[in-house]
C-alpha cells in the first residue's frame, strides 16, 4: 500500500476516505485492540467455533484483498506493462517455486519463515502508506527529516517483533527461527524501544505544529494501531514471559483486520479511477465479486487440483499456495501503491480537479481475450457466470471440508473430510486415531496407508502406524514396512532407530547397528541410540565398544536441562552397566569411580535399592583388588540399607555374597557361618541360590563341628558382630 513520498502541493482536500467512523474503524485500525482481546479470549474457550470463523471470514476479506491487488496490475494493459517485471517475470517464477516445493518438501518451511516474517512487515508498510495518506490529506506537508523520522518508528516497532519471533528456538515445525539468544535479542530490543521513542517523538510533534490535532486524527490512530500491533505484543511477552506465535500472530485476526482495511482503500481508489475518466460508473457489487471470486480462485483450486490429480498432500500444498500467494502479493503491492506515483497520489489525496489531470486515456485497453471476457457478449456473460458459480461453490465445499477437518474425535465428520480430500495427511491421521478409539481398526490402517503415501516425508503417520502395529505383536509387517519407508526418507532419525530396534528382535543384530550408527550421523544429540549401542555390544561381549556409548550418553545428559534427563533411577541403572564394563575390562579405577557415582546419586535420590546395589559392586570389585577394609566397609553398608527394603530376596544375595568374601579374608568362621545361615533363612526352601550357601554351610558345620549346632540356633550375636567388624579382626 501507499509507502512513500510525494511533494506535491495539495489544496485543502478532505481529510476523510468514506466516513469518519468507517475510516477510523476500519481504515485506521481502531477497532484492533477490541477485536485482538476478542479474538484472543474467545478463542482459548472455544478454538473450533473460531477457527471456523475466521476460514469463513477468509473467503470475505482475505481472500478478495490478495485478488486487489491483482485487479490493479493486470486490469488494463497500461499497467500490466508498466509492472511487467511483477506482472510476468516475478509471477513465472512464484508459479515455478511452487511447482518445486511440492516435489521438494524442505523447502515449505524456508518459504514459510519468509511469508510469516515478511506479514508483519507488509502491514507495517500499509499502516505507514495510510498514515502519510491522511496527514497530507489533513493539509500538512511532512518535511523529509520527518518522514524520515516516522518512518524509522514504523520499522523499529516492526524490528521489534522480529526479534520476538526469531528469539530462541522455534516450536512450530513450519518456522526456522534464527535462534537469537534471549540475552541478546531483551537488550536489543530495550535499545530499539528507545529509539522508537525518539522517532516517533520527533517526528510526530512536528507533524502536530503543521496542522491541528482534528484533522491529524486519522493518522494518530494508525500511528497508535502500529504500536498495538507490533508492540503490545511484545510488551507481554516481556512482562508474562508470553511468546508470541509466529503462525497465528501473523495469520490470524491481525490479517483479517490489515485485509479490510486494503479493501478499504483499493475500492476508494478503484471507484475513483472509475469515475474519474470517461464517465465510467462504479460498480461495487461487480468490483467486490470479482475480488471475491477472484480471490478464491488464488487459494482454492490449486490445493485441490494438486491432491485429488497428483495426490499430493492437500494440508501441504494449501500451506505452500497461502505462503507463496502471499510473497507474491507482498511484493506486487510495493511496486505499484506508491504515492510518489503521481496517479496514485491524485486519486488518492488530491481534489477532483487534479484527478481530471493526472488521468489518462489508456486505462481500457487490455487483450482482445480480456476484453471479449469482461464485455457485454452475451456469451461472455454467461462464461462469467458459470465460473463465478463454480467458484462459489468450491469456496462453500472447502468450507464444508475446513469445517469437517476440525473435527477431532468425530468419525463421521472425519471420514466426510477424508471423502472430499483423500491425500490429506493431518486428516487421515485424526480419522486413523478416531477409528483405533471406536473400535475400527481396519479403517485406522487405511487412514494411516493414506496418510503417509500423501505425504511419505512426514514421520507422525509413520510413528503412529508403527506403534499401532508394535502393539498388535506384528512385528513382521512393521519391520518390513519400515525398512521400505527409509528408502524414502533416510535420514528419518526416528525410523531409522524403530527399524533397528525391530532389526535386533529378528536377530539381524549387524542391520540393527548400521541403522543407529547412522541415527548418531543424522543426530547425535539422540541419547537413547547410546544406549541401544551400548547394550547391544555389551552383550556381544564388546565392552569397550560399550563403554564408549555409556559414556557419550552421560556426556550428553550432562548438558541438558534438569527437567530433560532420565529418571534417576534409570541413569543409576546405566552407571551401573558402565561400571560393570569398566570392571570386565580390567579398568578397575574406571569401575570403582563409577560405581561410586552411582552410590552418591542413589543416596541423594533416596532410591535405596540402587544405593545397595552400587554397593555390593563396589565392595566385590575392592575385595578383589585386596582392598580388605574398604570392601567390608560397603558390604556392611549394602546389608544394613537391605534391612529398610523389605526384599529378602536382594537381602540374601547380599549376605550370602559378604559371608564368601568374610571367608576368603580369613574372618571367623563362626561369622561366615551365621552370614550363610542368615542368606539360607532369607530364602524359600525352593529357591535355586539356597543350594550353593548349602554346601558352603555343611563345609563349615565340619570345621566348627559342635559349635555350628549353637550358631544355627542364635546367630545373631555373630550377624552384630559381623557387622561391627573391622578389617584388623581377620585371621592372619
Request: hydrophobic share 45%; net charge positive.
Amino acid at each position: 500500500m501507499p509507502s512513500t513520498k510525494h511533494n506535491a502541493t495539495v489544496s485543502e482536500p478532505a481529510v476523510w476516505v468514506y466516513r469518519p467512523w468507517l475510516d477510523l474503524i476500519v481504515g485506521c485500525g481502531a477497532w484492533s485492540l477490541p477485536l485482538m482481546g476478542l479474538a484472543y479470549f474467545s478463542s482459548a474457550a472455544s478454538t473450533l467455533t473460531w477457527s471456523v470463523l475466521f476460514y469463513f471470514l477468509a473467503l470475505f476479506l482475505n481472500y478478495p484483498h490478495y485478488m486487489a491487488t491483482i485487479y490493479r496490475a493486470y486490469h488494463t494493459e497500461e499497467d500490466f506493462r508498466k509492472y511487467r517485471i511483477f506482472t510476468v517475470h516475478i509471477t513465472l517464477l512464484v508459479v515455478l517455486t511452487a511447482i518445486f516445493t511440492h516435489f521438494w518438501v524442505g523447502v515449505l518451511p524456508w518459504i514459510f519463515t519468509l511469508y510469516l516474517t515478511a506479514s508483519p512487515w507488509h502491514y507495517s508498510g500499509q499502516n505507514y502508506g495510510l498514515f502519510i495518506m491522511f496527514a497530507r490529506r489533513a493539509g500538512t506537508q511532512p518535511s523529509l527529516s520527518q518522514r524520515r523520522c516516522i518512518y524509522a518508528a514504523f520499522l523499529i516497532s516492526y524490528a521489534i517483533l522480529f526479534l520476538n519471533f526469531h528469539t530462541g528456538p522455534s516450536a512450530d515445525p513450519l518456522f526456522v527461527s534464527l535462534n537469537i539468544p534471549s540475552r541478546i535479542s531483551a537488550w536489543a530490543q530495550a535499545v530499539l524501544a528507545i529509539a522508537f521513542v525518539g522517532c516517533s517523538s520527533f517526528g510526530l510533534v512536528r507533524l502536530v505544529y503543521q496542522g491541528t490535532v482534528r484533522k491529524l486524527i486519522p493518522s494518530l490512530t494508525l500511528f497508535s494501531t502500529q504500536c498495538v500491533w507490533f508492540l503490545l505484543p511484545t510488551l507481554l511477552s516481556l512482562i508474562e514471559r508470553y511468546r508470541v506465535p509466529q503462525s497465528r500472530y501473523s495469520t490470524g485476526v491481525l490479517a483479517l483486520m490489515h485485509s479490510a482495511q486494503y479493501l478499504w482503500i483499493t475500492s476508494y481508489y478503484a471507484k475513483r479511477e472509475a469515475t474519474s475518466t470517461g464517465g465510467r460508473t462504479w460498480r461495487p457489487l461487480a468490483y467486490f465479486s470479482l475480488l471475491i471470486t477472484g480471490g478464491i480462485a488464488l487459494f482454492i483450486p490449486g490445493p485441490w487440483i494438486s491432491s485429488l490429480i497428483f495426490h499430493f498432500d492437500f494440508t501441504r500444498s494449501f500451506l505452500i499456495f497461502t505462503a507463496l500467494v502471499n510473497i507474491h502479493h507482498f511484493i506486487l503491492d510495493g511496486a505499484i501503491w506508491k504515492l510518489r506515483d503521481g496517479r496514485i497520489a491524485a486519486l488518492l489525496v488530491s481534489s477532483r480537479a487534479q484527478i481530471a489531470r493526472a488521468a489518462t486515456e489508456s486505462m481500457t485497453r487490455t487483450t482482445s481475450a480480456l476484453r471479449w471476457l469482461a464485455g457485454s457478449d452475451s456469451i461472455a456473460r454467461k462464461v462469467r457466470t458459470a465460473a463465478a458459480l463454480a467458484l462459489l461453490a468450491w469456496g462453500g465445499l472447502d468450507q464444508l471440508h475446513y469445517y469437517f477437518a476440525l473435527q477431532d474425535g468425530n468419525l463421521v465428520a472425519l471420514k466426510r473430510a477424508a471423502l472430499l480430500t483423500p491425500y490429506d495427511t493431518p486428516v487421515e491421521t485424526r480419522l486413523a486415531h478416531a477409528a483405533l478409539e471406536d473400535g475400527k481398526p481396519e479403517e485406522s490402517v487405511t487412514a494411516w496407508e493414506y496418510a503417509i503415501a500423501a505425504n511419505p516425508a512426514d514421520p507422525a503417520p509413520r510413528e503412529a502406524f508403527l506403534q499401532y502395529l508394535t502393539h498388535q505383536r506384528q512385528f513382521e509387517q512393521a519391520y518390513l514396512l519400515s525398512g521400505n519407508w527409509l528408502k524414502l526418507a533416510p535420514r528419518d532419525t526416528a525410523l531409522l532407530i524403530n527399524h533397528g530396534i525391530l532389526a535386533q528382535q529378528f536377530g539381524h543384530i549387524d542391520e540393527a547397528e548400521r541403522n543407529w550408527q547412522k541415527a548418531l550421523v543424522v543426530d547425535p544429540s539422540q541419547t537413547v541410540v547410546d544406549l541401544y549401542l551400548a547394550a547391544a555390544l555389551d552383550r556381544q561381549g564388546n565392552f569397550d565398544g560399550a563403554i564408549q556409548h555409556y559414556e557419550s550418553f552421560l556426556v550428553k545428559i550432562a548438558h541438558q536441562p534438569v527437567s530433560d534427563r532420565p529418571p534417576s533411577a534409570s541413569l543409576i541403572s546405566i552407571i551401573l552397566k558402565l561400571a560393570d564394563c569398566e570392571k570386565r575390562t580390567s579398568h578397575p579405577d574406571q569401575a570403582l569411580q563409577f560405581y561410586g557415582m552411582a552410590q552418591t546419586l542413589a543416596a541423594q535420590t533416596h532410591e535405596a535399592k540402587l544405593e545397595s546395589f552400587s554397593l555390593v559392586g563396589q565392595a566385590s570389585l575392592e575385595a578383589a583388588l585386596g582392598q580388605t577394609d574398604h570392601s567390608l566397609h560397603h558390604y556392611q553398608e549394602a546389608i544394613q540399607l537391605d534391612d529398610k527394603l523389605n526384599d529378602s530376596n536382594i537381602a540374601a544375595t547380599d549376605w550370602y555374597m559378604f559371608a564368601l568374601f568374610l571367608r576368603k579374608a580369613r574372618f571367623p568362621s563362626g561369622l561366615v557361618y551365621a552370614s550363610l545361615i542368615k542368606s539360607q533363612s532369607l530364602l524359600p526352601a525352593d529357591a535355586s541360590g539356597r543350594s550353593a550357601a548349602s554346601q558352603t554351610a555343611k563345609e563349615l558345620e565340619k570345621e566348627l563341628g559342635s559349635k555350628s549346632v549353637t550358631i544355627r540356633r542364635n546367630p545373631d550375636p555373630l550377624l552384630r558382630e559381623a557387622l561391627e567388624l573391622s578389617s584388623r579382626v581377620s585371621q592372619p
